[in-house]
């Protein structure tokens, strides 16, 4: 069975500042995605960057980039140049073979500005 | 762009109704989804379909059933409405071809069950 923990349930951050948000997970798979979705208020989840296991670069899509510890089972998000658009419920996930998804328990995300 | 659409945005039922969400998808996916969202547990698997008339067991099937009689509309059925199926429902489709593919997920019915 894989599990996702998110330690983290509501962060705060200023606009234009750096956030970064924690996830662990476990899984048994050699082969897996990584994923952070985003769901904003009353609005559809969508996906905000992936990460593929066998790659050791850690992935970045425009601000937001990922610190991917594959031997520390670790997923972490970084947003620089937070925006009030940020504002959402973040959701770290592991895809096993099957496409099926794991999700986390969610972080709450508040940009202040 | 790929678009998920479910029936409903919100929805109140009474204790022992059927409750019926359905959900389409315009992208010709072979796979479809029904998870619940509750506080603090993140999504949770309730079934899935990976083509027409199938369907699997996720995490928490239980007091729930599907029905994929076409490839675009996956629909779930609460057979009995109880008070602790009041949930957030969120239904995705994805296309199986490859691990790394992301899901696409619709706007979310929110059930309240009186």
């Known amino acids: 069975a894989q599990t996702v923990t998110q330690s983290q349930p509501e962060m705060s951050v200023q606009e234009a500042e750096t956030v970064t948000l924690s996830c662990t997970y476990d899984?048994?798979?050699?082969?897996?995605?990584l994923f952070w979705y985003k769901q904003p208020p009353s609005r559809q989840m969508i996906l905000v960057i992936r990460?593929?296991?066998?790659?050791?670069q850690n992935a970045t899509e425009n601000r937001f980039s990922v610190n991917f510890q594959k031997a520390a089972k670790s997923f972490s998000l970084k947003i620089s140049d937070s925006q009030l658009g940020d504002a959402a419920m973040y959701f770290c996930v592991i895809n096993n073979a099957g496409n099926m998804l794991t999700f986390g328990g969610g972080t709450r995300l508040m940009v202040k500005p | 762009d790929v678009k998920v659409t479910q029936s409903s945005r919100y929805l109140v039922k009474r204790t022992g109704e059927k409750v019926f969400l359905e959900c389409v998808q315009d992208m010709d996916h072979e796979n479809m989804f029904w998870y619940r969202q509750d506080p603090g547990l993140g999504l949770r698997l309730i079934y899935f379909?990976?083509?027409?008339?199938?369907?699997e067991k996720g995490d928490i099937p239980e007091g729930y059933s599907v029905s994929r009689e076409k490839k675009e509309r996956f629909s779930l059925i609460l057979e009995s409405a109880s008070t602790n199926q009041t949930s957030m429902y969120l239904c995705?489709?994805?296309?199986?071809?490859?691990?790394?593919?992301?899901?696409?997920f619709g706007p979310g019915t929110r059930l309240l069950v009186l």
């Open positions: 995705a489709s994805s296309s199986p071809r490859q691990l790394q593919e992301t899901q696409y």
């Open positions: 379909s990976y083509d027409v008339k199938m369907k």
């Open positions: 990460q593929e296991a066998y790659k050791q």
């Open positions: 899984t048994s798979e050699s082969d897996y995605y």
